[in-house]
């Protein structure tokens, strides 16, 4: 599918999504977003969780599995969306309870272009986010139907992007539910803990910080993090590798301005080993 013209790492920012390049993957992690691992040679990726193997060229994981994927080598593409992406719901709570799905790369050959094309860099900014949308939304849509949230689930998620350290209770008294109708209230509209969309708004409020200069120990506190240490634990179990690297090294802003760093496309002069 292509080889040479892959111009190295690269990562954008798409605002409730990310999409990563790599010249190869191979990493143990545990995220709370949902992946969709596209192989861009014909060889297929392998993805193991907890003693079973998968294996395609698109492949779709669950957020929070324990996953170890290989692509033998060859170049990948990953796309990660966000809790706050529309259609996260649909593959956190497909049907069955499998941790991962392969999917058809003939029937959403689209995408695989899609993601082809951005490791070339020959798709960026508007163009690359009309693309993943569009095209993420067709392969949710043969996953299962899309299911809006529940609106009081959408206001409680709003709170915890306020505060991410507010309890159930507290999230709950505004929209009319106890903690425990919270609680049972997030898992079935979102697929996730309340506690577990709390720490995807913490991760994703770090890595607003992207090449900002701030220290790691700024960094954690105003991401909501306890200290420096319990933001280098997360983000190793996220993205495999020390949050100092990323946050030192890769800049996701033309101008400083940390509040639109998610939502700028950023190309990286170095790889993330643990993506």
Not at 104 to 113: K, T
Not at 143 to 163: E, I
Not at 173 to 197: D, E, K, N
């Amino acid at each position: 599918m292509m080889s040479g013209n892959f111009v190295g790492p690269r990562l954008g920012l798409l605002g409730d999504s990310f999409i990563y390049a790599s010249g190869a993957v191979r990493s143990r992690v545990r995220r709370h977003s949902v992946t969709l691992a596209c192989a861009l040679t014909p060889q297929p990726l392998s993805v193991s969780v907890d003693g079973q193997h998968w294996q395609g060229r698109l492949v779709a994981v669950r957020p929070f599995a324990s996953r170890a994927i290989d692509s033998g080598g060859q170049p990948v593409v990953l796309i990660d969306l966000e809790p706050s992406h529309p259609r996260y719901n649909t593959f956190s709570r497909w049907p069955d309870r499998a941790p991962v799905r392969v999917l058809d790369d003939q029937h959403f050959a689209g995408l695989l272009d899609c993601a082809a094309a951005f490791a070339r860099d020959a798709l960026s900014g508007r163009r690359l986010r009309a693309s993943v949308q569009m095209l993420v939304g067709s392969v949710a849509d043969s996953v299962a139907p899309h299911r809006p949230l529940d609106p009081r689930v959408a206001q409680m998620m709003a709170g915890l992007r306020l505060d991410p350290a507010q309890d159930l209770a507290a999230l709950g008294a505004p929209v009319g539910m106890t903690a425990a109708q919270a609680s049972r209230g997030f898992l079935r509209s979102l697929g996730i803990s309340a506690r577990q969309y709390a720490l995807a708004v913490k991760i994703q409020r770090a890595a607003m910080f992207f090449g900002s200069g701030r220290a790691l120990t700024a960094i954690a506190q105003a991401s909501g993090f306890t200290d420096s240490a319990h933001l280098a634990k997360v983000w190793m179990r996220c993205y495999g590798d020390c949050p100092s690297r990323y946050f030192a090294e890769h800049r996701s802003t033309q101008d400083g301005r940390v509040d639109h760093a998610w939502r700028q496309q950023v190309s990286l002069a170095q790889g993330l080993s643990g993506a």
